[in-house]
């Protein structure tokens, strides 16, 4: 059972965060034409991270080298779109008030940092011998980093979708 919020006669419930000036400018700095780059850009290291452990689910299966030099390259230009994608999204996150005083941008902030220590992580592995790196160690980082851009994602999607992040208040 949850409590009721104990309030007085006639007085109105408030969010002490919505009465922050700048809570509703949320429209997107970071941008061209009004189409934020930081939305634009995520579409690659998402693409990239899965593009990654197909490779390296494909070397095992195979065996031919192809498929690590692959994964090579998608784990590296993975992670640095993403870099990129990170920047213009830290941008946004400090330039604009209302998408810096909610919690849930800097939630997502703290999981996409996550997300590129993974990828540089697994792209860093692979530097130095990227047959050898495969298994096992490379394919469980690929795989990790699956779960956590899928998770960065979605998260990224409710900042847009349900709190309208980024979006246009323009009619
Ligand atoms: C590292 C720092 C990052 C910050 C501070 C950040 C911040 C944000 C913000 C503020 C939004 C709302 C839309 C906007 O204002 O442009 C957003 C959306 C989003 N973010 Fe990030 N982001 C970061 C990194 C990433 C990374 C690395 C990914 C994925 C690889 C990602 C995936 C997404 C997605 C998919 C959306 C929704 C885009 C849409 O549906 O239009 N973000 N992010």
Redesign the pocket.
């Known amino acids: 059972m949850t409590a009721e919020p104990i309030k007085n006669e006639g007085e109105e419930l408030t969010d002490p965060i919505a009465e922050i000036p700048g809570f509703e400018e949320t429209e ?1 700095r970071i941008a061209v034409m009004g189409h ?1 780059i ?2 634009m850009s ?1 579409a690659f ?2 693409a990239l991270t899965f593009c990654t452990f197909g490779a390296d689910a494909l070397y095992w299966w195979t065996g031919d080298a192809f498929w690590a030099r692959a994964a090579l390259w998608a784990a590296g230009t993975g992670f640095l779109f ?1 870099m990129f ?2 920047f213009s ?2 941008a ?2 400090l330039l604009v008030a209302g ?1 810096r005083v909610r919690a849930a ?1 800097w939630t ?2 703290i999981i ?2 996550t ?2 220590a993974l990828l540089g992580a697994n792209w860093g592995h692979r530097l130095y011998g990227y047959e050898a790196a495969v298994l096992p160690y490379g394919i469980l980082l690929s795989a990790l980093c699956t779960g956590v ?1 899928a998770f ?2 979605w998260h ?2 409710k ?2 979708f349900d709190y309208r ?2 979006t246009s208040k323009r009619s």
């Open positions: 997107s934020p930081h939305a995520v290291p998402v993403g994608a990170g999204g830290t946004e996150l998408i941008a997502h902030f996409a940092v997300l590129l851009v960065t994602g990224g999607g900042l847009v992040l980024g």
